[in-house]
Protein backbone atom coordinates (compact mmCIF):
# COMPACT_ATOMS: atom_id res chain seq x y z
CA UNK A 1 0.00 0.00 0.00
CA UNK A 2 1.28 3.65 -0.96
CA UNK A 3 1.36 5.61 1.82
CA UNK A 4 0.98 9.41 1.36
CA UNK A 5 4.07 11.83 2.16
CA UNK A 6 4.75 15.32 2.49
CA UNK A 7 7.30 17.73 1.95
CA UNK A 8 5.63 21.17 0.86
CA UNK A 9 3.58 23.27 3.37
CA UNK A 10 1.80 25.42 0.98
CA UNK A 11 1.38 22.52 -1.34
CA UNK A 12 0.29 20.42 1.82
CA UNK A 13 -1.99 22.72 3.10
CA UNK A 14 -3.72 23.81 0.09
CA UNK A 15 -3.93 19.52 -0.85
CA UNK A 16 -5.61 18.54 2.87
CA UNK A 17 -7.99 21.43 2.75
CA UNK A 18 -9.05 20.47 -0.67
CA UNK A 19 -9.22 16.67 0.36
CA UNK A 20 -11.06 17.28 3.67
CA UNK A 21 -13.59 19.74 2.63
CA UNK A 22 -14.82 19.20 -1.12
CA UNK A 23 -16.30 22.50 -2.70
CA UNK A 24 -14.27 24.63 -2.25
CA UNK A 25 -17.06 27.12 -3.51
CA UNK A 26 -18.73 27.54 -0.36
CA UNK A 27 -18.26 28.39 2.78
CA UNK A 28 -17.57 25.52 5.34
CA UNK A 29 -18.89 24.98 8.42
CA UNK A 30 -16.38 22.22 9.46
CA UNK A 31 -14.14 23.10 12.18
CA UNK A 32 -10.43 22.97 10.92
CA UNK A 33 -6.86 21.94 12.95
CA UNK A 34 -3.87 23.67 11.69
CA UNK A 35 -0.92 21.83 12.38
CA UNK A 36 2.51 23.56 12.98
CA UNK A 37 6.02 22.97 13.63
CA UNK A 38 8.53 24.89 15.67
CA UNK A 39 11.54 24.63 16.94
CA UNK A 40 12.11 28.18 18.79
CA UNK A 41 9.54 30.81 19.84
CA UNK A 42 9.66 34.22 18.28
CA UNK A 43 10.73 36.64 20.49
CA UNK A 44 7.87 38.70 21.75
CA UNK A 45 8.67 42.19 20.27
CA UNK A 46 9.18 39.91 16.67
CA UNK A 47 5.58 38.44 17.46
CA UNK A 48 3.79 41.90 18.02
CA UNK A 49 5.44 43.45 15.28
CA UNK A 50 4.27 40.64 12.62
CA UNK A 51 0.66 39.70 14.26
CA UNK A 52 1.61 36.36 12.95
CA UNK A 53 5.22 35.25 13.17
CA UNK A 54 6.17 32.49 10.71
CA UNK A 55 9.42 30.25 11.19
CA UNK A 56 12.21 31.06 8.88
CA UNK A 57 14.29 28.61 6.38
CA UNK A 58 17.67 28.08 5.64
CA UNK A 59 19.19 29.60 8.55
CA UNK A 60 21.16 27.35 10.56
CA UNK A 61 20.10 26.71 14.55
CA UNK A 62 23.77 27.48 16.93
CA UNK A 63 24.17 26.33 19.82
CA UNK A 64 26.92 26.36 22.96
CA UNK A 65 28.31 24.84 26.18
CA UNK A 66 31.39 27.59 26.27
CA UNK A 67 33.52 24.77 25.08
CA UNK A 68 31.68 23.16 21.91
CA UNK A 69 29.05 24.88 19.28
CA UNK A 70 27.17 23.23 17.40
CA UNK A 71 25.60 24.24 14.24
CA UNK A 72 22.15 22.13 12.63
CA UNK A 73 21.19 22.86 9.20
CA UNK A 74 18.86 20.48 8.50
CA UNK A 75 16.33 18.01 10.46
CA UNK A 76 14.11 16.00 9.03
CA UNK A 77 11.65 13.41 11.13
CA UNK A 78 9.03 10.99 9.58
CA UNK A 79 6.15 10.86 11.40
CA UNK A 80 2.84 8.23 11.16
CA UNK A 81 -0.67 8.04 12.81
CA UNK A 82 -0.92 11.72 13.85
CA UNK A 83 -4.24 11.66 15.76
CA UNK A 84 -6.33 13.46 18.63
CA UNK A 85 -7.41 12.44 21.18
CA UNK A 86 -11.06 13.46 22.37
CA UNK A 87 -11.52 13.96 26.15
CA UNK A 88 -13.93 11.57 27.39
CA UNK A 89 -12.32 8.79 25.50
CA UNK A 90 -10.38 6.52 28.27
CA UNK A 91 -8.02 4.56 25.55
CA UNK A 92 -5.32 5.23 23.11
CA UNK A 93 -5.98 5.99 19.69
CA UNK A 94 -3.96 2.36 18.94
CA UNK A 95 -6.16 0.83 21.03
CA UNK A 96 -10.16 2.42 19.66
CA UNK A 97 -11.67 0.27 17.70
CA UNK A 98 -15.36 2.48 17.51
CA UNK A 99 -13.30 5.52 15.80
CA UNK A 100 -14.99 7.79 17.90
CA UNK A 101 -12.07 8.55 20.35
CA UNK A 102 -10.02 10.03 18.21
CA UNK A 103 -9.59 12.46 15.10
CA UNK A 104 -7.17 11.21 12.41
CA UNK A 105 -4.98 14.52 11.12
CA UNK A 106 -2.18 12.30 8.74
CA UNK A 107 -2.08 8.51 8.69
CA UNK A 108 1.35 8.70 6.98
CA UNK A 109 3.99 7.94 7.24
CA UNK A 110 5.27 11.93 6.37
CA UNK A 111 8.72 13.28 6.22
CA UNK A 112 8.90 16.75 8.12
CA UNK A 113 11.76 19.13 7.73
CA UNK A 114 11.98 21.01 10.52
CA UNK A 115 11.69 24.96 10.49
CA UNK A 116 15.16 26.13 11.39
CA UNK A 117 16.35 29.61 11.88
CA UNK A 118 15.19 33.10 11.07
CA UNK A 119 12.99 34.83 13.47
CA UNK A 120 10.99 31.92 15.07
CA UNK A 121 7.90 30.91 15.55
CA UNK A 122 5.81 28.06 14.32
CA UNK A 123 5.45 27.11 10.35
CA UNK A 124 1.96 25.34 9.38
CA UNK A 125 2.92 22.08 7.66
CA UNK A 126 -0.93 21.21 6.65
CA UNK A 127 -4.42 21.74 7.52
CA UNK A 128 -7.30 19.62 8.21
CA UNK A 129 -11.12 19.44 8.30
CA UNK A 130 -12.25 17.37 11.77
CA UNK A 131 -15.34 17.33 13.71
CA UNK A 132 -16.51 19.31 16.93
CA UNK A 133 -14.73 18.12 20.11
CA UNK A 134 -12.44 18.68 22.70
CA UNK A 135 -9.22 17.09 22.71
CA UNK A 136 -6.83 16.55 25.47
CA UNK A 137 -4.06 14.59 23.70
CA UNK A 138 -1.83 14.18 20.87
CA UNK A 139 -0.86 11.20 19.35
CA UNK A 140 1.49 10.42 16.41
CA UNK A 141 4.70 7.57 16.05
CA UNK A 142 7.76 8.47 15.42
CA UNK A 143 8.07 5.62 12.68
CA UNK A 144 10.85 3.73 11.22
CA UNK A 145 9.77 3.23 7.69
CA UNK A 146 10.35 -0.61 6.19
CA UNK A 147 8.89 -3.04 4.50
CA UNK A 148 5.96 -3.45 2.11
CA UNK A 149 3.55 -1.58 3.97
CA UNK A 150 6.05 1.70 3.31
CA UNK A 151 7.58 0.60 0.00
CA UNK A 152 6.02 3.63 -1.71
CA UNK A 153 7.53 6.15 0.98
CA UNK A 154 10.58 3.95 0.63
CA UNK A 155 10.50 4.75 -3.02
CA UNK A 156 10.20 8.28 -2.95
CA UNK A 157 12.93 8.80 0.11
CA UNK A 158 15.12 5.75 -0.18
CA UNK A 159 17.62 7.61 2.23
CA UNK A 160 14.95 7.14 5.04
CA UNK A 161 14.65 3.25 4.34
CA UNK A 162 15.22 2.57 8.31
CA UNK A 163 15.39 6.17 9.78
CA UNK A 164 12.71 7.83 11.22
CA UNK A 165 15.03 10.83 11.85
CA UNK A 166 18.31 12.38 10.19
CA UNK A 167 20.36 15.96 11.34
CA UNK A 168 23.11 17.68 9.21
CA UNK A 169 25.21 20.47 10.43
CA UNK A 170 28.65 21.07 11.89
CA UNK A 171 30.02 19.91 15.58
CA UNK A 172 33.19 22.29 16.57
CA UNK A 173 33.49 23.17 12.99
CA UNK A 174 33.38 19.41 11.57
CA UNK A 175 30.54 18.10 9.33
CA UNK A 176 28.23 14.98 11.02
CA UNK A 177 25.62 13.60 9.95
CA UNK A 178 23.33 11.88 12.04
CA UNK A 179 20.63 9.02 12.19
CA UNK A 180 18.68 6.84 14.09
CA UNK A 181 15.97 3.49 13.48
CA UNK A 182 14.34 5.18 16.67
CA UNK A 183 10.36 3.56 16.23
CA UNK A 184 8.22 5.14 19.29
CA UNK A 185 4.42 5.71 20.11
CA UNK A 186 4.02 9.21 21.52
CA UNK A 187 1.50 10.76 23.15
CA UNK A 188 1.31 14.45 24.41
CA UNK A 189 -1.04 15.96 26.80
CA UNK A 190 -3.09 19.48 25.61
CA UNK A 191 -3.40 21.50 28.89
CA UNK A 192 -5.80 23.12 28.49
CA UNK A 193 -7.93 21.19 25.91
CA UNK A 194 -7.84 21.83 22.04
CA UNK A 195 -11.26 22.58 21.38
CA UNK A 196 -12.63 22.78 17.60
CA UNK A 197 -15.67 24.42 17.39
CA UNK A 198 -17.99 24.35 14.19
CA UNK A 199 -16.92 26.76 11.49
CA UNK A 200 -13.58 27.64 12.96
CA UNK A 201 -10.01 27.25 12.66
CA UNK A 202 -7.61 26.52 15.26
CA UNK A 203 -3.84 25.89 15.03
CA UNK A 204 -2.13 23.31 17.18
CA UNK A 205 1.90 23.43 17.48
CA UNK A 206 4.13 20.61 17.93
CA UNK A 207 7.25 22.22 19.82
CA UNK A 208 10.30 20.20 19.37
CA UNK A 209 13.33 21.93 21.22
CA UNK A 210 16.03 21.13 19.14
CA UNK A 211 18.62 22.68 22.19
CA UNK A 212 18.05 19.33 24.02
CA UNK A 213 18.50 16.67 21.38
CA UNK A 214 22.43 16.33 21.55
CA UNK A 215 23.26 17.40 25.35
CA UNK A 216 24.10 15.07 28.42
CA UNK A 217 22.76 15.25 31.76
CA UNK A 218 24.79 18.16 32.70
CA UNK A 219 23.92 20.13 29.58
CA UNK A 220 27.43 19.72 27.72
CA UNK A 221 26.86 19.17 23.76
CA UNK A 222 28.10 15.65 22.75
CA UNK A 223 28.92 15.25 19.02
CA UNK A 224 26.35 13.85 17.03
CA UNK A 225 27.96 11.36 15.30
CA UNK A 226 28.72 9.93 18.49
CA UNK A 227 24.91 9.12 18.90
CA UNK A 228 24.56 6.87 15.53
CA UNK A 229 23.91 3.40 15.80
CA UNK A 230 26.14 1.04 17.99
CA UNK A 231 27.93 4.09 19.24
CA UNK A 232 27.79 5.35 23.33
CA UNK A 233 25.43 8.11 23.05
CA UNK A 234 22.70 6.53 21.04
CA UNK A 235 20.33 6.04 23.69
CA UNK A 236 21.00 9.33 25.31
CA UNK A 237 20.08 10.97 22.12
CA UNK A 238 16.76 8.95 20.84
CA UNK A 239 15.67 9.48 25.10
CA UNK A 240 16.20 13.30 24.83
CA UNK A 241 14.55 13.10 21.46
CA UNK A 242 11.32 11.80 22.98
CA UNK A 243 11.39 13.97 26.50
CA UNK A 244 11.60 17.52 23.92
CA UNK A 245 8.66 17.33 22.34
CA UNK A 246 5.62 19.14 23.74
CA UNK A 247 2.12 20.49 22.07
CA UNK A 248 -0.17 23.40 22.66
CA UNK A 249 -2.90 25.18 21.01
CA UNK A 250 -0.66 28.20 18.93
CA UNK A 251 -3.62 30.65 17.24
CA UNK A 252 -0.79 33.54 16.87
CA UNK A 253 1.68 30.94 15.66
CA UNK A 254 4.45 32.29 17.69
CA UNK A 255 5.86 28.98 18.98
CA UNK A 256 4.51 29.57 22.28
CA UNK A 257 1.98 28.28 24.34
CA UNK A 258 -1.30 30.99 24.27
Known amino acids: MRRTTIRTAAALSAAAL ?3 CGDSGSPSTTPQVNFNLATR ?5 VAAAAGLSLAGA ?8 GANTLEIDQVQIVLREIELKRVESTTTCSQDVSGDACEKLEVGPVLLDLPLGGPGGAARTFSVAVDTGTFNEIEFDIHKPEGQDDAGFIQAHPDFDGVSVKVTGLYNGTPFSYTTDLDSEEEIELSPPLVAASASATDLT ?16 VDPSSANSGNPNEGLVENNIKSTLRAFEDENRDGAED
Open 58 to 65: GTPEQYSD
Open 206 to 221: LFIDLNGWFRDGTGNL
Open 18 to 20: FAA
Open 41 to 45: AAAPA
